[in-house]
């Protein structure tokens, strides 16, 4: 009971800590009453999730496991796994935002061939950053109290640094396809599946609209990663592949649709990469 109350707090206290750094890190001045508010908000969640966190790691060591693994275990249960996933993919985002600026790629090896994906959306989220500039500034000039602007600046400026980050983990992190045919898609740091070149039996180049969210799987094994809402190649696999959502869940295609702004460059890939004769035949008996 005790530990789910402290995984409770820790989806509560994540959404409030968070904008209160962003704003002392920049200097804003917030009202001693909300300051004190917050960390005693803070300090009940970590003693409560200390102390669950003590008893989980007290029952992983009487089962045996070590101090490591015990801790681990215990972090595991105590943490949701949404939460955690969240943290990580706002922080690729932002490291990707730093590969951007020194133009380098994430993970695309020597003799791959990366795919970018980010056409049918890089007018929309430049378009986003555009309209959050502007309500940046319309906010600054009709805003009349001082810790209310500078709040809402600095979250406002954090948004925008955010979406600029999510785009440039797009660019950074393209599909890529590999020498020896294996095949990796990628949205940004949320979504990264990995199919190896044995599990690829065709790929062809194929048009369509789905609807809904950016990650989605059919009853019957096909995925869709769609972005702009279009997906422009399907590859077939010769058996299920397990993936995993941006937010934690598992699931296994059979079919996997994703964009590719050259889609034809991509299956040209795909299928030289499988009909490539052995480097090494053997010879006949």
């Not at 600026?101 to 959306?121: F, I, K, M, N, S």
């Not at 079919?255 to 590719?260: K, L, N, P, Q, Y």
Request: aromatic letters at 6%; one cysteine or more.
């Amino acid at each position: 009971m005790r530990v789910r109350v402290a995984r409770m707090l820790a989806w509560v206290v994540l959404p409030v800590e968070l904008p209160l750094l962003v704003c002392l890190v920049a200097g804003v001045r917030i009202p001693a009453t909300v300051l004190l508010g917050a960390e005693l908000l803070v300090l009940a969640a970590l003693v409560l999730e200390g102390w669950a966190l003590r008893r989980l790691y007290a029952a992983g060591r009487r089962a045996g496991s070590g101090r490591r693994e015990a801790l681990r275990d215990g972090m595991r249960a105590l943490v949701p796994v949404p939460v955690r996933r969240l943290l990580a993919h706002e922080i690729r985002a932002l490291y990707s935002l730093a590969l951007w600026v020194v133009r380098r790629r994430h993970a695309v090896p020597d003799g791959a061939l990366a795919v970018p994906y980010t056409g049918p959306q890089t007018a929309m989220m430049y378009g986003l950053v555009f309209v959050s500039v502007i309500e940046t500034v319309a906010l600054a000039l009709v805003i009349p109290w001082p810790v209310v602007h500078a709040v809402l600046l600095v979250v406002d400026v954090y948004g925008v640094l955010l979406v600029l980050a999510l785009h440039a983990a797009c660019v950074t992190r393209p599909h890529v396809i590999g020498a020896d045919g294996s095949l990796r898609v990628r949205y940004g740091g949320l979504f990264d599946l990995v199919v190896p070149a044995a599990a690829v039996a065709s790929a062809r180049v194929d048009r369509r609209y789905p609807e809904g969210r950016l990650v989605q799987l059919s009853p019957d094994g096909v995925l869709d990663l769609a972005v702009g809402s279009q997906t422009t190649v399907t590859v077939e696999l010769t058996a299920p592949v397990g993936f995993v959502r941006p937010l934690g869940k598992p699931g296994l295609a059979r079919t996997v649709r994703f964009h590719a702004d050259d889609p034809r460059a991509a299956v040209a890939a795909l299928t030289r990469a499988r009909t490539a004769p052995s480097p090494n035949p053997v010879p006949p008996a």
